[in-house]
């Protein structure tokens, strides 16, 4: 199926997509200042510009669009049936440099917390995720989290493994 929209038209709407502030950073950023947590955001010092930095707690977090970084399984990452080399190239990009900030920052010693745009972007998981990543923000756990929806919608702490990749690293429960 063709676009339907002209280049110029199509050119103005990825524009307009947002990089910094958007409505999933917003709510993790209300909810943390909420439960007394001070921060800083998109910090240009660090490797990839974390969304929210816990200087306090030497933690970072990112919040990543499930559609920009990849996430597998998800019903809101799903490739354009146009031009799927560019976004297949695009996305793994992504992915590549999520990999390389997470090893820069945790080499400078800093706690790695990814939390993806779909555990906060629907009411029914927002909660206990957004609870979930305040206790791992201020619990003793030192590993990098990656918070993701198990396929059933139960939200749970999937723990990296020794290779940490953005698709190989994630256990479900224990298995994949």
């Known amino acids: 199926m063709a676009d339907e929209m002209t280049p110029e038209q ?43 930095v816990l200087k306090k707690y030497k933690t970072v977090v990112f919040i990543d669009g ?6 597998e399984g998800c019903k809101y990452y799903r490739l354009p049936k146009t031009n799927v080399d560019f976004w297949r190239h695009k996305i793994a990009m992504n992915m590549a440099r999520d990999y390389a900030n997470n090893v820069d920052l945790r080499i400078a010693g800093w706690r790695v917390i990814r939390v993806w745009e779909c555990a906060v972007k629907t009411k029914a998981l927002r909660e206990e995720s957004l609870e979930l990543l305040y206790q791992k923000i201020v619990g003793p756990t030192r590993k990098p989290i990656s918070y993701a929806p198990a396929p059933d919608n139960t939200l749970i702490a999937a723990e990296p493994t020794e290779s940490y990749g953005h698709k190989t690293d994630i256990r479900y429960g224990g298995n994949k």
């Open 10 to 52: 199509r050119s103005r709407c990825m524009a307009a997509i947002k990089g910094k502030d958007t409505k999933p950073e917003m709510i993790v950023r209300k909810y943390l200042f909420s439960r007394g947590l001070r921060y800083r955001v998109n910090n240009c010092k660090l490797p990839g510009s974390p969304d929210i």
């Open 66 to 71: 499930c559609f920009w970084h990849g996430h």
